[in-house]
């Protein structure tokens, strides 16, 4: 079974989403009858019954409880020490710190933050969902202003604080690749009146498989799945308390190729070193403590691809331009912090893999589907997920159908 998915909850298009999810969204009622290639019928909101689906995305509208409380989270990092908000705060150098999210391996996803605590001020790394308590946990460090944040691209993970940090220090100024600025009012509004809509009734469908004791596969579940389940439920419960209602902000300062901020003895370059994940990539690098944060052109333990959005055929060269600062820390949007770069080296392997096969089947003249049947990740899939069922359905949704067409479709573009 293949589910076209990108990166689930404000990363893609509705039209992308999983086809159970685009079930989900239908208005109950008016209910059409699910694929075979989507959930068993058993999943399918047709064989459940319109009454049941407008009971689970009435709960789930309403905020109710969708998960077990005692659903277990990752672990704090070692050196860090937990707060309250599904993150960690793990201390990397002299005035710096990371905020890194604590959640299981799952489909719905919060971003990592950076503190970069200067002499007089705070420079900011990503405005997550969870900005509110990120923000708590900034003012039990210092209480310095925050002067700048630095959104690393325009998934709303990593934008929809923008106003919570704005309320919290109104001098702020953002900034973010100039394509923020037509993307955020435009196709970013539109993604997320999709994810509106549509992430209650999927994590009600979620919860519904779990209280069956099954997965969306609808096969028995395993502890690992419930407790990803369980994540992904409080992660959209989150996501309907913060996203609607709040505008999003724009960037004060745009930036194409890069920019360089001194404050004090300390150098903030902000560098666009390609495209990958979005247009819109910018990566954070102190080159004295040799720290950097990349926002979602590293992702661990799976890579976000989006078939529309992502550019598989460039991501490739862009790590291996994070590869070349030598880092001896690189923060990733999501994920644990790196202490080398072996991990973005798998990434750029992986895709690097995608586009030889892709670019292989072009010339033999391949369409989109025979390019998919003749793409082989089965040893990229074993690297990356091992023997985890989320993660290796993560896997075949995040990377093997969207980044195969994202990079038959950069393959095939017409000059």
Avoid at 84 to 113: H, Q
Avoid at 269 to 295: C, F, M, N, Y
Avoid at 382 to 394: I, L, M, Q
Wanted: proline residues 7%; hydrophobic residues 45%.
């Amino acid at each position: 079974m293949q589910i076209r998915i990108e990166n689930l909850f404000g990363h893609m298009p509705p039209a992308m989403l999983p086809r159970v999810f685009q079930a989900s969204m239908a208005q109950a009622g008016t209910c059409q009858q699910c694929p075979q290639s989507c959930l068993p019928k058993s999943g399918c909101p047709k064989a459940q019954g319109t009454q049941r689906m407008k009971s689970l995305l009435l709960a789930s509208l309403l905020g109710l409880s969708l998960a077990p409380a005692t659903a277990s989270a990752a672990a704090a990092p070692a050196g860090g020490h937990a707060e309250p908000g599904g993150f960690a705060i793990e201390k990397l150098a002299e005035g710096i710190y990371a905020a890194v999210r604590t959640d299981p391996p799952g489909l719905m996803v919060d971003a990592n933050s950076l503190f970069i605590v200067n002499d007089a001020d705070v420079v900011v790394v990503d405005a997550p969902e969870a900005s509110a308590e990120v923000i708590a946990a900034l003012r039990k460090i210092t209480g310095k202003p925050v002067t700048y944040l630095v959104n690393t691209h325009w998934h709303d993970d990593h934008v929809i604080g923008n106003a919570a940090w704005r309320k919290a220090y109104p001098g702020i100024r953002f900034i973010g690749h100039a394509s923020l600025r037509d993307y955020l009012p435009t196709t970013g509004a539109k993604n997320r009146e999709g994810m509106i809509k549509g992430a209650p009734a999927f994590a009600g469908q979620m919860q519904a498989q779990m209280d069956k004791g099954r997965n969306l596969q609808d096969q028995p579940i395993s502890d690992e799945e419930r407790a990803s389940y369980a994540s992904d439920i409080r992660l959209v419960k989150r996501y309907m308390e913060v996203v609607p209602g709040t505008a999003a902000v724009l960037p004060d300062i745009d930036v194409n190729e890069g920019l360089t901020l001194v404050r004090g003895e300390r150098r903030i370059e902000v560098r666009h070193l390609g495209s990958g994940h979005t247009l819109a990539d910018l990566v954070v690098w102190l080159p004295k403590e040799r720290i950097v944060a990349t926002g979602d052109l590293v992702v661990w333990p799976i890579p976000l691809v989006g078939s529309d959005q992502s550019h598989v055929r460039d991501w490739p060269g862009t790590l291996n331009a994070v590869i070349a600062l030598q880092p001896a820390m690189l923060v990733p949007g999501h994920g644990p912090v790196e202490r080398n770069t072996d991990y973005p080296r798998q990434m750029r392997d992986l895709f690097a893999s995608i586009n030889q096969q892709v670019a292989a089947a072009v010339a033999r003249g391949a369409s989109l589907e025979d390019t998919r049947k003749a793409v082989d990740l089965a040893a990229f899939r074993d690297r990356f997920a091992g023997e985890s069922k989320v993660r290796r359905f993560a896997f075949g949704m995040y990377v093997v159908g969207p980044a195969v067409e994202s990079a038959w479709r950069d393959a095939t573009v017409k000059p």
